[in-house]
């Protein structure tokens, strides 16, 4: 089965804290893609990080991280110092090809991360 | 310049209508791609067209959903008799290549409720 699974279902912080989203997947294709994607309660998904299965590199953006870990299937992201605007539901994502042979997005079940002030 | 737009942002039907969902995707962007996201849950991935190529429907869950798309432009998802459990928001996204990995765009989805 391909499949994403995020096991954290709602996070609560107080600003200034860290706080890590988990993100496990399950592949069977040697070559994939990775992404995040945050889906603040307007509704519309935004672009985050699009990670290559080559790439273990961990990579950090802001205050955003995170680490790639191919021997455990993760993918995790890390908000550092968080702020009330990072409130949002956070998706992981796994790429896949379809019975079809296009190319579609397999999409964790998200995990809604509310930082209060 | 313009990101992905969808009409109508909400839509109330009574079951067993039928309704049509528009999506105008970026344009130059030769991918499309439909997916459903229902209460408290990912996107499931619908349908997906590529250019002039023919669509990839594997995803679609009953033959009474459908999808169309005019050359590289607007794309309608029509779902005919509608059942409750269609009520979900239906998520149009487009690329600029359907290429492996290439980043998707999405737009802020048409919220359908089936009462």
């Known amino acids: 089965a391909q499949k994403v699974t995020q096991a954290q279902t709602e996070i609560s912080v107080v600003e200034k804290e860290d706080v890590t989203l988990d993100c496990v997947y399950e592949t069977r294709d040697t070559t994939y893609y990775l992404f995040w994607y945050k889906q603040p309660p307007s509704g519309e998904l935004v672009f985050l990080i699009r990670r290559n299965s080559f790439d273990e590199q961990n990579e950090i953006s802001g205050r955003y991280s995170w680490n790639f870990q191919k021997s455990t299937s993760s993918f995790n992201f890390t908000i550092t110092a968080s702020q009330v605007v990072d409130s949002a539901v956070y998706f992981c994502?796994?790429?896949?090809?379809?019975?079809?042979?296009?190319?579609?997005?397999?999409f964790g079940k998200g995990t809604k991360l509310t930082v209060n002030p | 310049g313009a990101g992905v737009s969808q009409s109508p942002s909400n839509k109330v039907t009574e079951k067993g209508k039928d309704v049509e969902l528009r999506c105008d995707p970026i344009s130059g962007h030769t991918a499309l791609y439909w997916y459903r996201q229902r209460l408290g849950q990912g996107l499931e991935f619908l349908i997906y067209?590529?250019?002039?190529?023919?669509?990839?429907k594997s995803g679609l869950p009953s033959d009474r959903f459908s999808a169309e798309r005019t050359g590289e432009s607007v794309s309608t998802l029509t779902i005919q008799r509608t059942q409750q459990e269609d009520s979900a928001v239906y998520l149009c996204?487009?690329?600029?290549?359907?290429?492996?990995?290439?980043?998707?765009?999405f737009g802020p989805g048409t919220r359908l409720t089936v009462t």
């Open positions: 067209f590529q250019g002039n190529s023919a669509p990839d």
């Open positions: 996204a487009s690329s600029l290549r359907g290429l492996a990995g290439v980043k998707q765009y």
């Open positions: 994502a796994l790429s896949v090809y379809t019975q079809g042979g296009s190319e579609k997005l397999v």
